[in-house]
């Protein structure tokens, strides 16, 4: 193996074990305070990641340097991330506040699968 690939590899898996550090925080934050087992925590990351990809897709069709572009993708996924997991936590999740974890469970996994039927619709199965 030569030194290019071992450095590669290692910021590759460096990279993976930032984003899975990333949501591994969300969740830990989100039963820590809230006391909720949100199975949907990874679809609003999902979500987020998609608008990324498909308005960095929309920047470099314009002709824009790509660098410049990183800061505003950043933005819109943790905007739209921020926007969906706040809109569902008041239009759901204060209800179940102080309910069974069984019911909690319910709630989250069903918006799981809602969330992932949108990505389906809007953005397609295929990669």
Avoid: C
């Avoid at 809230?34 to 308005?55: D, E, K």
Wanted: charged share 10%; hydrophobic share 65%; no cysteine.
């Amino acid at each position: 193996m030569t030194l290019d690939l071992a450095l590669l590899a290692l910021l590759d898996g460096v990279a993976y074990a930032a984003l899975i550090f990333m949501v591994a925080v969300g969740l830990t934050l989100i039963f820590g305070v809230l006391r909720i087992l949100n199975v949907a925590h990874g679809s609003f990351y999902a979500i987020g990641a998609y608008t990324a990809a498909s308005l960095g897709l929309a920047i470099s069709a314009m002709g824009l340097p790509e660098w410049l572009s990183y800061p505003a993708l950043l933005l819109a996924a943790v905007l739209v991330g921020g926007i969906l997991g706040l809109t569902i936590e008041r239009l759901l999740l204060r209800r179940i506040y102080m309910r069974e974890e069984v019911l909690q469970l319910l709630v989250t996994f069903a918006v799981f699968m809602i969330l992932e039927d949108v990505q389906r619709l809007l953005w397609g199965v295929q990669p």
